[in-house]
């Protein structure tokens, strides 16, 4: 056996291995059912089921991950509203310390008016992000039905 032989061969055992025991760490289905990538396709050929059951994991955790998410927001927004107060309180307290740095009514309005601007933007943007969530867990879901049915 020549030692171009004996390389392929230890490339050849080697790449087994590492398609036999590795993970692509997410969801790599599609809602056809098809496996993304050559690599994927090449992992389900080896682990067979395991690959279907590391599916399925990987979709229950992202399917928790977005079920959680309008959770998570709120506990961010209600932090950073309370971090708004807080900076409120610390303005009034230097506006009575130093009267001058007080903002006139035109820039208070002006202030107010932009505001109201971030708060039409970022309405549009969370129900937008809404509607891309819902739609990414009716996906996941399609999926998971589909995974389901070959890691049996």
Same mark, same amino acid.
């Given at each position: 056996?020549?030692?171009?032989?004996?390389?392929?061969?230890?490339?050849?055992?080697?790449?087994?291995?590492? /398609?036999?025991?590795?993970?692509? *760490?997410?969801?790599?289905?599609?809602?056809? *059912? %098809?496996?993304? *990538?050559?690599?994927?396709?090449? $992992?389900?050929?080896?682990?067979?089921?395991?690959?279907?059951?590391?599916?399925?994991?990987?979709?229950?955790?992202?399917?928790? =991950?977005?079920?959680?998410?309008?959770?998570?927001?709120?506990?961010?927004?209600?932090? /950073?509203?309370?971090?708004?107060?807080? %900076?409120?309180?610390?303005?009034?307290? /230097?506006?009575?310390?130093?009267? !001058?740095? $007080?903002?006139? !009514?035109?820039?208070?309005?002006?202030?107010?008016?932009?505001?109201?601007?971030?708060?039409?933007?970022?309405?549009?943007? !969370? $129900?937008?992000?809404? =509607?891309?969530?819902?739609? $990414?867990?009716?996906?996941?879901? =399609?999926?998971?039905?589909?995974?389901?049915?070959?890691?049996?």
């Amino acid at each position: 056996m020549n030692l171009t032989t004996k390389i392929a061969g230890t490339l050849a055992l080697l790449l087994v291995a590492y /398609m036999s025991f590795s993970s692509p *760490g997410k969801v790599v289905i599609r809602e056809t *059912g %098809d496996i993304t *990538g050559i690599i994927n396709n090449a $992992r389900e050929l080896v682990q067979g089921k395991t690959f279907w059951q590391g599916q399925l994991d990987a979709i229950t955790a992202r399917l928790n =991950k977005l079920e959680a998410e309008p959770t998570e927001t709120a506990k961010m927004n209600r932090e /950073m509203e309370n971090m708004r107060i807080e %900076d409120q309180r610390e303005m009034e307290k /230097m506006y009575q310390e130093y009267p !001058d740095t $007080r903002p006139s !009514d035109a820039e208070r309005q002006a202030e107010a008016l932009r505001n109201k601007a971030d708060s039409i933007e970022q309405a549009e943007w !969370d $129900r937008t992000m809404e =509607k891309e969530r819902l739609e $990414r867990i009716a996906s996941l879901r =399609k999926i998971y039905s589909l995974v389901e049915e070959r890691a049996r």
